[in-house]
């Protein structure tokens, strides 16, 4: 499988201060290789380098050394920007033009023309699912919802093989967040490759296969989703109702943790020596119903505190 | 380095790029200059007007007109027309005046410009000294202005009366030189006053300076001179129209006891008598020679 | 290199301008005050004519050239400080054609609105004929609706053109909107008294160092005073044809020269 993004060592310092500029070392020998299809998240903490990493993919800034390939063609190569899509993060736009217009302005760019630009515009469009009578309106006129969808679209209006999308979730009310999820797995099972920058872990944890972690310029995780979370279960979790209440303190001395969710519902907390069964049986006999019953793994967001631990004390 | 060498191959190119245009437009201008438009419509005449509408940029606008004002002295110099000559000096010196008051050279050249008489200037010399005025109005301690009155005065309109007046009035500035009195003076005798003169060059024997003491001294004489000058041919008179006949030398005069002996000048050098003009006049070997223009005041 | 790119985004500037109120604003002003002459023209005993051309020339110089700068440097300062530019630079448009596409697109809008000037201004020398006498018609200089007013307007929006491409430059490396504009304006006035500084060492008392210094800075600065033939068209002096061709081509070089600096410095130009 081919990479569609290959970074060697990427590098950038920005000068700081007028007089005597001093660098600021926003990216630190970045290497990374992103595999086609599949959803990459490039994850950390604001300043991280996260949009430094993706406006350097996108030749917006130039490295201060390294390299970095996208498509196979070097960083700029107009070739590979046919055959990709970008969203930047906060996107405005000619507040003067209409969706539409704005859509078979960037379509024309690329080449395409008259009745099929207009067509691609409109399945953009449709895709992201902005009202027809919405995209007459100048974008001026539009919400924050509204201009992201049409961000996405200008994205999407070539049918790139590789969508690169900066903090794509940001201002976003939560159906905006689902509607966008749902277009990346869209992309996903079509084929493509969907690189996006982001410090919410939830949406990676349902979205990606494969992140990368920053940390103040510094990659301090990168891999596959299920190998970084991976490992044994160090736990398992119990949620049982039980109408007598003594029942739950007489166990509570036996496991790591014992919350009450509610009114005589609790969660149980087991070590990862102990097999859920016996306890569960143990209680059932007692009287108490199962309600559910779910491993405790490392999540995303354990591995990201680790990671950026780790980072700082390096 | 491949950036740097970039970098210069286009600063190369577009400071080719430029010299190249500038090529082009000196070409134009030697090759095809554009006929000077002669037709002078001034759009802003009035100096209060200008100093509005200019706001707070006077001094450039000032420096602007200035330019403008040698411009179209300098083509009108050297221009054929006939009509209308100089016409614009004037007002553009005014509007120069007016928005700096203090513009020291445009009151002093704008004054040569001004009075100098056709084809070199416009002659007006009551423009130039309303210009030197204007210059003394705002700035009343400088005596170079009544000086250039003064000189205005003498050379173009040759009114010395004025004239001296105002290198007398010069004298009397701040600052003034000391040879601005003696110069009042001889403007005065110039002008056939020689009471006035004799007063002020009297009150200068008493000058601090040597050299205004010795001009005072020597002025006086002349003046006696020119008094002495007055009374021979008056003499010279009298015997024609005794005698019917004018006198061929000193030596007629003096033998019908018109005179006492060879008349002579303060520095004891002889008077001329010149038998075919019948005019009397300083010997040229005289260290008084020449006397004041005008020594032929009252007599007919 | 793609005409139809370039195309598209002189097209989308042109589209824009059309709908940016301060344009009409600017438009509206030249035109009132265009109408304004006529009520001057009659207050001026028998200058009319010549008035209303140089009124009407001079406003429409003035309004092509708050255009030029004031436009011209939101151009692409806008675009870079609301962000809009990075989506379009990810689309494949190799950056020189984003600057010539800009600057082709301003010098198109700038011509519509010239040439709706120029036949306002046309309109009312055409009143003007028309309600005049024969006699008086026999008094001009030049006839009023002279087709050589056009020489002086094309001059003038070759100007405009040339102002443009010093906008444009200045609104491509300079990250300040205001810094654009003070550099703009202060070229604009040092190319206005252009012919001034190359004879400034003959008219002014200075040192033979500062006077080839300040001559050369009149011959390198753009000449925006060169373009300026009106007081010869409205009063009728001959302008051939070699003088308006040096002149096209002067302008065209120095635009050539200034666009190349800034497609390159556009092409440096980084975007945090």
Redesign the interface.
């Given at each position: 499988m081919s990479s569609v993004v290959r970074i060697d060592r990427l590098t950038k310092d920005f000068p700081v201060g007028f007089w005597r500029p001093r660098p600021h070392r926003g990216l630190d020998g970045l290497s990374l290789e992103i595999p086609a299809g599949g959803v990459f998240g490039l994850l950390g903490p604001n300043g991280a380098g996260k949009s430094t990493t993706l406006k350097l993919l996108m030749d917006l800034l130039r490295p201060t050394s390294g390299h970095a390939e996208i498509l196979g063609r070097p960083v700029g190569d107009a070739h590979a920007r046919q055959r990709l899509g970008f969203l930047p993060e906060h996107p405005t736009f000619y507040d003067h033009l209409s969706a539409e217009e704005l859509l078979v302005y960037f379509a024309g760019l690329f080449g395409y023309t008259g009745a099929d630009r207009r067509a691609r515009a409109a399945r953009a469009l449709d895709r992201v699912g902005l009202r027809s009578d919405d995209r007459q309106r100048p974008i001026r006129q539009y919400s924050k919802g509204m201009v992201q969808r049409v961000g996405l679209a200008q994205a999407l209006v070539n049918d790139p093989e590789l969508i690169v999308l900066d903090e794509p979730m940001s201002g976003l009310d939560p159906i905006g967040r689902r509607e966008v999820r749902e277009i990346i797995l869209e992309l996903r099972d079509e084929g493509r490759t969907v690189l996006f920058s982001s410090h919410i872990l939830s949406d990676a944890e349902l979205l990606c296969s494969a992140v990368g972690i920053l940390n103040r310029g510094r990659l301090v995780a990168s891999g596959r989703l299920s190998d970084l979370t991976a490992g044994e279960a160090h736990g398992w979790e119990v949620v049982m109702t039980m109408t007598d209440a003594s029942l739950a303190d007489r166990v509570s001395p036996r496991v790591m943790r014992t919350r009450r969710i509610d009114e005589g519902r609790y969660s149980f907390e087991l070590g990862a020596a102990a097999r859920p069964e016996p306890f569960i049986a143990e209680l059932s006999a007692a009287g108490a119903t199962l309600v559910s019953v779910s491993p405790i793994r490392t999540t995303l967001e354990d591995v990201f505190v680790k990671a950026l631990g780790q980072g700082d004390a390096a | 380095m491949k950036r740097a060498g970039q970098a210069v191959a286009v600063l190369a190119a577009v400071a080719v790029g430029i010299a190249a245009a500038a090529g082009v437009l000196h070409a134009r201008d030697e090759r095809h200059p554009l006929p000077v438009s002669e037709d002078r419509l001034m759009y802003l005449r009035s100096g209060r007007t200008a100093d509005r509408v200019f706001l707070s940029f006077d001094a450039i606008a000032s420096d602007v007109y200035w330019i403008r004002t040698i411009q179209h002295y300098g083509r009108d110099l050297g221009s054929t027309r006939t009509t209308g000559r100089f016409e614009l000096l004037n007002p553009l010196l005014d509007l120069t005046t007016t928005l700096d008051p203090h513009f020291n050279i445009a009151y002093r050249f704008g004054a040569i410009f001004l009075a100098e008489r056709p084809p070199k200037g416009p002659g007006r010399a009551d423009q130039a000294i309303a210009l030197l005025e204007k210059g003394l109005a705002s700035n009343p301690t400088r005596w170079q202005y009544l000086h250039d009155i003064g000189f205005v005065h003498y050379w173009f309109t040759n009114d010395y009366e004025r004239a001296a007046a105002a290198f007398e009035r010069a004298a009397t500035m701040p600052g003034a030189p000391e040879w601005l009195r003696p110069v009042a003076a001889m403007t005065r005798a110039q002008g056939g006053d020689r009471a006035g003169a004799r007063r002020l060059l009297t009150e200068l024997l008493s000058a601090d300076q040597d050299y205004v003491r010795h001009t005072a001294e020597r002025g006086l004489q002349q003046l006696q001179a020119l008094d002495a000058i007055d009374q021979l041919q008056a003499i010279v008179e009298r015997y024609h129209d005794a005698t019917g006949s004018y006198p061929r030398a000193w030596r007629d005069l003096i033998s019908v006891r018109l005179l006492r002996g060879l008349p002579i000048d303060p520095t004891k050098t002889a008077f001329v008598y010149d038998a075919t003009t019948h005019r009397v006049t300083i010997s040229e070997t005289s260290s008084l020679f020449p006397l004041p223009r005008f020594l032929q005041p009252r007599t007919r | 290199m793609?005409l139809?790119?370039i195309a598209?985004v002189a097209r989308?500037v042109f589209?824009?301008s059309v709908?940016?109120r301060v344009l009409y604003a600017i438009g509206a002003f030249a035109l009132v005050l265009v109408a304004a002459s006529i009520l001057i023209a009659q207050i001026s005993a028998g200058?009319d004519v010549?008035i209303i051309k140089d009124l009407g020339l001079a406003t429409i110089e003035l309004a092509g050239i708050v255009m030029s700068v004031f436009v011209g440097i939101g151009l692409v300062a806008r675009e870079i400080d609301?962000?809009?530019i990075?989506?379009?630079?990810?689309?494949?448009?190799?950056r020189w054609e984003f600057v010539v596409g800009k600057y082709a697109g301003l010098v198109l809008t700038i011509f519509v609105n010239v040439v709706a000037m120029t036949a306002a201004l046309y309109l009312m020398l055409g009143y003007l004929h028309w309600s005049a006498s024969p006699a008086v018609r026999l008094s001009w200089?030049a006839p009023a609706m002279d087709v050589r007013l056009l020489i002086a307007v094309a001059l003038i929006f070759a100007e405009l053109a040339l102002l443009t491409a010093v906008a444009l430059l200045f609104s491509t490396f300079s990250s300040s909107a205001l810094l654009s504009l003070v550099f703009t304006l202060g070229l604009f006035v040092a190319g206005t008294f252009s012919e001034?500084l190359r004879h400034f060492g003959d008219?002014m008392d200075v040192s033979p160092i500062v006077g080839h210094l300040v001559g050369a800075i009149g011959?390198?600065v753009p000449?925006f005073s060169?373009f300026d033939?009106k007081?010869?068209v409205v009063?009728a002096?001959?302008?051939?044809t070699?003088?308006v061709a040096?002149?096209l081509?002067?302008a065209v070089?120095?635009i050539?020269?200034?666009l190349?600096?800034a497609v390159?410095l556009f092409s440096?130009r980084?975007?945090?």
């Open positions: - | - | 793609s139809r790119r598209l989308h589209k824009e709908r940016d200058q010549k609301r962000r809009s990075f989506a379009l630079l990810s689309k494949p448009l190799p200089d001034d008219i011959w390198i000449a060169a033939v007081a010869q009063h002096l001959p302008i051939g070699a003088f040096d002149t081509v002067y070089v120095y050539a020269a200034v190349l600096a390159f440096r980084e975007f945090r």
